[in-house]
């Protein structure tokens, strides 16, 4: 692979993209022996100035090495007492001796930088790492490294297959190095720019906060948390941490590790006590966006008090994750306060924002706040969503503003939403609530002709209401066959709707027919459903059936319903016979029934 003229060879040494040269390698007799690997060439070996090749190492017997500058990029074997004058050798390198010169050069640089394969070595260093066991004896100007039992590794096994490999840099400048980290970290070359940083430590020189931000990304990005977190930690000790850099790592620990781990880390920082910190929003912003990710408004409230108190204005982004978060987790107080900061701060809320603000104001029942804002959207050529659409028609029906509410609804076809259940729910209500019955059933129909898909129980049961306050046992009783034959689930809620229509109607017998069908159905009748049984049984007179549900269901209200109601029909004797038996199952009578009972015996006496 290359001789050795006189007393001086040439060393070009590459690794991570980066090559140098030195030379004035002298030699001296001694009794070291040295071996010099080199990848994929022959060996020769070198006895008192002579060179021989022999199975792919380079001898050299009965000489010393004396560098002044030893700069490697590479693998460097040494056998026997080695001593060195200013030089620094490292651990992990791949090395390779060249000719100076020679037609093999560029061949050798390529075989090279291809970096097919990887070979050991023992690193000595005027400035070493923290790692491995390692004793150093130094005297005079010379520095002895005596290496323990295990090898020496630099940072162990990365997670992409290989160790570390620190090299000797010719290079001194920090601006130049710190740029070369840079830029290899944004090609994403993670081996080259975790090695020339770790260079750069070994040899006393400190990269820049862009370089480390930027190797801080790339380890990250694939996947090296554990590798990050020492870069990080190396910027902490030489405080060179910005805003960045801290929302970098928190994001990437509550990646890894979860939410817990992120809010511990970042409460270590020192992120809510009042010591000076460089936190700026950014690192805010990060932790408010985790928070939001597991929905914990609690430590979301808290890290925007912390903020301000750390004498930060929020961004546009601080108050569109709080509203956003606070809105989600039905914290509608605290996202009108956060929407209101954020107008206060002259900051220009966002679709999204507007959109939160309307959904916390229709659930706190502040339609006017909610309107008005649905028209500034308008005004400012922003299109609301269905969502947002759809809560302003639930609020306003809710408040009886039934024309407003139909307004929103003319809107939503001129953005170009379909309406949905939402919708038409919301509009059914607005006009049940405003007692607009019979205007509820005909929008109830339209609906049924021009989007049969569109209808669900809510739909349903809205009408039977309507129905119900109408007087309209038999359009109840059709709506309830619809219901079953269309395979809805018709609940208990549905059945009682319509026997409290046929009560009102004063149609007993049919309601108990319904009662019957609930029941072959398998759907369970609740004590709503035995009063208004029970009810309507005693306005028909039908006392056996009234006495058949109570065998049923002995419950207190309905017997208290059902004295109440053979005293009201004039049945004093059936009436004390029940309360005794009321009494004496240990059931408790009302205030009414107790009453009703003492004015049956004071008028008897």
């Not at 400048?173 to 020339?196: H, Q, T």
């Not at 930690?233 to 405080?239: A, G, L």
Request: charge should be positive.
């Amino acid at each position: 692979m290359g001789e050795v003229l006189s007393n001086s060879v040439s060393v070009i040494i590459a690794s991570s993209g980066f090559a140098c040269r030195q030379n004035n390698l002298y030699g001296r007799p001694s009794t070291s022996s040295y071996t010099i690997c080199c990848r994929k060439h022959g060996c020769v070996s070198r006895k008192h100035g002579c060179v021989s090749r022999k199975h792919g190492c380079v001898m050299l017997h009965g000489s010393t090495v004396k560098s002044k500058r030893c700069i490697s990029f590479g693998c460097l074997r040494m056998k026997g007492p080695q001593r060195l004058h200013n030089s620094i050798i490292a651990s992990n390198i791949v090395a390779s001796i060249e000719p100076v010169a020679t037609s093999e050069d560029v061949r050798e640089n390529h075989l090279i930088e291809r970096r097919e394969e990887f070979l050991d070595l023992d690193f000595v260093g005027s400035t070493l790492p923290p790692w491995g066991n390692v004793v150093v004896q130094q005297g005079g100007s010379d520095v002895e490294v005596k290496s323990g039992n295990q090898p020496l590794a630099v940072s162990g096994k990365m997670a992409f297959g290989s160790e570390i490999r620190v090299q000797f840099l010719e290079e001194a400048n920090e601006e130049i190095l710190s740029r070369r980290v840079l830029m290899l970290s944004r090609s994403n070359k993670v081996r080259s720019a975790l090695e020339l940083y770790e260079s750069m430590k070994c040899s006393g020189l400190q990269p820049n906060v862009h370089a480390c931000n930027s190797l801080l990304s790339c380890l990250i990005r694939n996947g090296l948390l554990d590798y990050a977190l020492r870069v990080f930690e190396f910027m902490r000790t030489n405080e060179i941490t910005t805003g960045h850099s801290y929302s970098l790592i928190l994001k990437a620990v509550e990646h890894a590790q979860g939410f817990d781990s992120a809010l511990d880390m970042f409460v270590g920082f020192g992120g809510y006590s009042r010591q000076k910190k460089d936190f700026d929003v950014i690192v805010y912003n990060t932790m408010i966006s985790v928070c939001g990710r597991v929905n914990n408004w609690i430590e979301t409230e808290k890290l925007w008090r912390s903020m301000k108190e750390d004498g930060l204005i929020g961004t546009r982004v601080t108050y569109s994750l709080l509203v956003c978060i606070f809105a989600r987790c039905s914290q509608n107080e605290l996202a009108l306060d956060a929407y209101n900061e954020m107008i206060q701060n002259g900051l220009e809320p966002g679709d999204d924002v507007t959109q939160a603000v309307i959904g916390s104001c229709t659930r706190e029942g502040k339609w006017d706040l909610a309107l008005n804002l649905f028209e500034n959207m308008l005004n400012g050529r922003l299109k609301p969503n269905l969502i947002s659409c759809n809560a302003l028609i639930n609020s306003l029906g809710k408040a009886g503003e039934v024309k407003l509410a139909f307004k929103v609804h003319s809107i939503i076809k001129i953005l170009g939403h379909t309406p949905d259940v939402y919708t038409w729910n919301g509009l059914l209500t607005a006009l049940y609530k405003a007692n607009q019955h019979a205007d509820a059933l005909q929008l109830f129909e339209s609906i049924k002709t021009e989007q049969s898909s569109e209808l669900n129980v809510h739909l349903y049961n809205t009408a039977l209401m309507a129905c119900q306050k109408l007087g309209l046992w038999e359009k109840s009783l059709q709506l309830l066959w619809q219901m079953e034959t269309s395979e809805l689930p018709v609940s208990t809620s549905s059945y009682n709707i319509v026997i409290h229509a046929c009560e009102i109607a004063r149609k007993p017998k049919i309601a108990l027919q319904v009662y019957e069908h609930m029941v072959h159905r398998k759907c369970t009748p609740d004590t709503l459903t035995y009063l208004s049984l029970i009810r309507g049984c005693i306005w028909g007179s039908l006392w056996a059936e009234v006495e058949e549900i109570l065998g049923v269901a002995p419950d207190v209200s309905l017997y208290n319903a059902v004295i109440q109601g053979m005293c009201l029909r004039g049945k004093f004797e059936s009436a004390k016979k029940l309360y005794t038996r009321m009494r004496e199952s240990g059931l408790k009578p009302d205030g009414k029934t107790r009453a009703l009972m003492l004015q049956n015996l004071q008028r008897k006496i």
